[in-house]
């Protein structure tokens, strides 16, 4: 079974607090989690050990492997905190500066390739994903990846003169409701969703 250990730690926490902490709902017949990754809405069955989502059905739709992994570290990690308020680069989160390089680095090339000439787009797909627009760069918009998650993603414009950039910035608190191998997964699947819808409406 994936992430067999993730559900073992699961299995041994208390339901209602697990439900408090990660801002979410729990239902005890039977026994599961309801929590919205994205726009999606999913269900985390624990008796069978199984993660579906439910927006996609009639029948329901097996989460991924990553989509697994993130729900499963948040519902295990996260913790009853307001907000920070304050947006921080990966470098900034506690050990950032040594996580998110190489393989681990944030795939903001991804997000310059899809959104740098024309960065208004990401308005186009704000409403899609429950984003609000925000104030940074040319472009920008705050999306809650997870209950307590949310991310900024800014984008400058290409010219003549520089090309694209983009950001992705994290609410200080960030790193207190998943390690950073999920929260780089979780990252990576805000990306792939920005990008196949930019593709899709395009």
């Keep these: 079974m994936a992430h067999e250990g993730l559900w073992q730690q699961l299995d041994r926490l ?8 990660a801002k979410c709902q729990y ?34 739709t097996p989460a991924e492997f990553l989509e697994q992994l993130c729900l499963l570290a948040y519902l295990i990690n996260a913790q009853d905190l307001p907000l920070a308020n304050k947006l921080v680069g990966p470098e900034n989160l506690p050990s950032g500066q040594f996580f998110f390089r190489g393989l681990h680095s ?24 429950d984003a609000k627009r925000c104030e940074f760069g040319d472009v920008s918009i705050e999306l809650n990846i997870l209950p307590r998650i949310p991310l900024t993603i800014v984008i400058w414009r290409s010219d003549e003169e520089f090309g694209a950039r983009a950001s992705i910035l994290f609410d ?21 969703a920005l990008v196949k819808a930019a593709a899709e409406s395009s």
């Design 27 to 60: 239902l005890t017949d039977p026994q599961q989690y309801v929590i919205t990754l994205l726009n999606t809405e999913y269900v985390v069955n624990l008796p069978d050990k199984q993660i579906f989502s439910v927006q996609s059905g009639p029948p329901p």
């Design 172 to 192: 200080q608190t960030a790193a207190s409701h998943l390690p950073l191998d999920a929260l780089a997964a979780a990252v990576n699947l805000t990306v792939e």
């Design 14 to 21: 208390d339901r209602q607090r697990t439900a408090r902490r």
């Design 106 to 129: 944030l795939p903001t090339e991804r997000l310059e390739e899809t959104f740098g000439k024309s960065p208004e787009r990401l308005y186009q797909l704000a409403e899609q994903f």
